[in-house]
């Protein structure tokens, strides 16, 4: 019998994927379909999926999901761990969904310390929509909508989501990750399974920011794009554990 060394995990469907040649959700959702299902709550998790690249990630999930309108995710994650305190509940977004739209709902359900993860996908644009300027866009990037690149004086600074929710108390666990090398990627998983294992602890909200790449809106191939994450993307938006507070 011939041995299978890769397979998929019990967490994903066997279904190809609609993103783009070298996006990172594809690793993304691997590594979050991975750790629940060795955590063992495969059968208890539910994913809140808001408008952007993810949109159809319920597809490709094999568990529950709930589709929520651009930017409200965190509202319904809310309501669902509420309703159900014993479900493994997390909202998988991107910059342009959480950081714009999404703003006060990230921040405020951050604020009340719900006990949910978000797993926040940052690609520094609008992925979905046409590649238009997002909240993370970096200083002088160009995008459909700063064809002279961004501003600081128009547009305000990079928003660094992490630091700012790490301000707030009900904030427990926050890390910044990438993934597009393996050792990125064995520190991902890492931080994706401790804020996971938190809540299942019963702590407050945990995230895990994940930088990766958007080659189509970037102009990029693949393999320039893997190398902006590290040689200009984490200049910006440092790796690391941002914040974590164990609960009293």
Known sequence: MEEKIFAI?????????????GCHHGIVHRLVAEVITELGVLDKAILV???????NAHQYFNMDAVQAA?????????????VHPDAVV??????GDLAAIGCAEIVHAALRGEKFTTIF??????GMTGG????????????ATSPFGRKVEEAGSPMRVSEMLATLDGAKYLARVAVNTPAHLTKAKAAIKEAFTRQLRG??????EVLATCPTNWGMTPVKANAFVDETMTQVFPLG????????
Request: glycine share 8%.
């Open 241 to 248: 554990i941002i914040k974590d507070k164990e609960n009293c």
């Open 9 to 21: 995990t019990e967490g994903l469907l066997d279904t190809p994927t609609h993103y783009c040649p």
């Open 132 to 143: 238009q300027m997002a909240p993370t866009t970096l200083e002088g990037q160009t995008t």
């Open 90 to 95: 997390f909202t998988y977004q991107g910059d």
């Open 49 to 55: 999926e808001p408008v952007g690249c993810s949109v």
């Open 70 to 82: 651009h930017g409200r995710a965190p509202a319904i994650a809310s309501a669902v761990k509420r």
């Open 121 to 126: 996908v940052n690609n520094i644009i609008y």
């Open 203 to 208: 702590d407050g909200f945990t995230m895990v």
